[in-house]
């Protein structure tokens, strides 16, 4: 039974909570049961164009993204249709605090009652280091300077699956695209 965990945001940007939330469902689903999708939300605005974000999501993780601008139960009905070797899809959702699952849980019940139960979410709690991290944050410590935002946001936070210095280099490409005037 073939089982694709789908860990879907806007990713604006990825940041090293993210990253350590895609290792942990590595680690449950396996390498190659794991799928991130940048879902673009009409509400949100975006700096970074979506190719960019699934470029440092590619960069960062090793795993292809793919986009959508629907909603995530139409994305998981399609991959269903269209992959006979796929028996079931999973959603993953990080969350750092009690406020984030105020957020998650409605969400979650959305997609499962859209979905009519097919795709449940599992939710994946933030390691105590990473819950003060979020991509607006990322956002507005970036416009600090380079170090500020290199030593509050990407330093501490090396994950294993990057050299220090690619993580440097993947912390200012982001923060980069921040300040370009």
Not at 68 to 74: A, L, M, P, R, V
Not at 95 to 123: C, K, Q, W
């Amino acid at each position: 039974m073939k089982t694709l965990a789908i860990y879907a945001g806007s990713f604006n940007p990825i940041h090293a909570g993210h990253i350590a939330i895609i290792e942990t469902a590595k680690h449950i689903f396996g390498d190659d049961a794991v799928n991130v999708v940048v879902a673009d939300n009409p509400q949100k605005k975006y700096v970074v164009s979506k190719d960019d974000r699934i470029k440092w999501i590619y960069k960062a993780t090793g795993i292809m993204p793919t986009h959508t601008s629907g909603f995530i139960c139409d994305y998981c009905d399609e991959l269903m249709e269209f992959n006979d070797t796929l028996d079931r899809i999973v959603l993953i959702r990080g969350v750092r605090s009690a406020s984030d699952l105020d957020v998650e849980m409605p969400m979650a019940g959305y997609n499962y009652n859209i979905s009519h139960g097919r795709y449940p979410t599992i939710f994946i709690p933030s390691s105590a280091p990473l819950r003060d991290l979020s991509s607006s944050a990322v956002r507005v410590i970036a416009k600090k300077g380079w170090e500020p935002f290199f030593e509050t946001l990407y330093k501490p936070y090396a994950p294993n699956t990057m050299t220090y210095g690619t993580w440097m280099d993947f912390a200012r490409d982001i923060w980069e695209h921040y300040n370009k005037d």
